[in-house]
T-cell receptor, first 114, second 115 residues
Framework: DADVTQTPRNRITKTGKRIMLECSQT?????MYWYRQDPGLGLRLIYY???????NKGEISDGYSVSRQAQAKFSLSLESAIPNQTALYFC?????????????FGPGTRLLVL | AQSVTQPDIHITVSEGASLELRCNYS??????LFWYVQSPGQGLQLLLK??????LVQGIKGFEAEFKRSQSSFNLRKPSVHWSDAAEYFC?????????????FGKGTKLSVIP
């Protein structure tokens, strides 16, 4: 079974709708991240969380919110979706306190906002 | 703040040919360096990483990368490309110390393989 899972894998929604993307992990990592990927732009960090009570904005947090329900679960919400939020969204996890901090990624959620 | 440049947007090679994907970084000290691969419709898989020590790093799937401090580079190589290597490759740089969670990704290089 995959260590980092994301649901749904694909989602089509309409402008103005609220949607939630979910991420779960079985790696036991404290740190979790949400990225978006756009063609030609690489990955950009939206939000990150060091533990359940520690949530931080990343490079492009406007229009997004997150919830860390448990160590293993980190959800990304689009309060009112707009077409330029059409992208591939990745969740990632890492273990803190190590000099070799490596991020492990989920399979991604492809979102289309009409 | 760190930054990463992958100069080649798209590279096409013949199956069996050698491959080198370029990555240049900007960071004030020795960074953490990573290469990830994204196969079509898939997530990102870690190929290899450099933290310290030997500057030639071996990864999965027959890939290797060499850290060259003088050139601020971390190029990815493979001696003989297979058709299954067709994918998009991302170089990433991480800061050391308190900011080690911060990964900055390059924009990616798409690799096409001709049979």
């Amino acid at each position: 079974d995959a260590d980092v899972t994301q649901t749904p894998r694909n989602r089509i929604t309409k402008t103005g709708k609220r949607i939630m993307l979910e991420c779960s992990q079985t790696k036991g990592h404290d740190r979790m991240y949400w990225y978006r990927q756009d063609p030609g732009l690489g990955l950009r960090l939206i939000y990150y969380s060091f533990d359940v009570k520690d949530i931080n904005k990343g490079e492009i947090s406007d229009g997004y919110s997150v919830s860390r329900q448990a160590q293993a679960k980190f959800s990304l919400s689009l309060e009112s979706a707009i077409p330029n939020q059409t992208a591939l969204y990745f969740c990632a996890t890492s273990a803190p306190g190590s000099p070799q901090e490596t991020q492990y990624f989920g399979p991604g959620t492809r979102l289309l906002v009409l | 703040a760190q930054s990463v440049t992958q100069p080649d947007i798209h590279i096409t090679v013949s199956e069996g040919a050698s491959l080198e994907l370029r990555c240049n970084y900007s960071y004030g000290a020795t960074p953490y360096l990573f290469w990830y691969v994204q196969s079509p419709g898939q997530g990102l898989q870690l190929l290899l990483k450099y933290f310290s020590g030997d500057t030639l790093v071996q990864g999965i799937k027959g890939f290797e990368a060499e850290f060259k401090r003088s050139q601020s580079s971390f190029n990815l190589r493979k001696p003989s490309v297979h058709w299954s290597d067709a994918a998009e490759y991302f170089c990433a740089v991480g800061a050391r110390g308190a900011g080690s969670y911060q990964l900055t990704f390059g924009k990616g290089t798409k690799l096409s393989v001709i049979p």
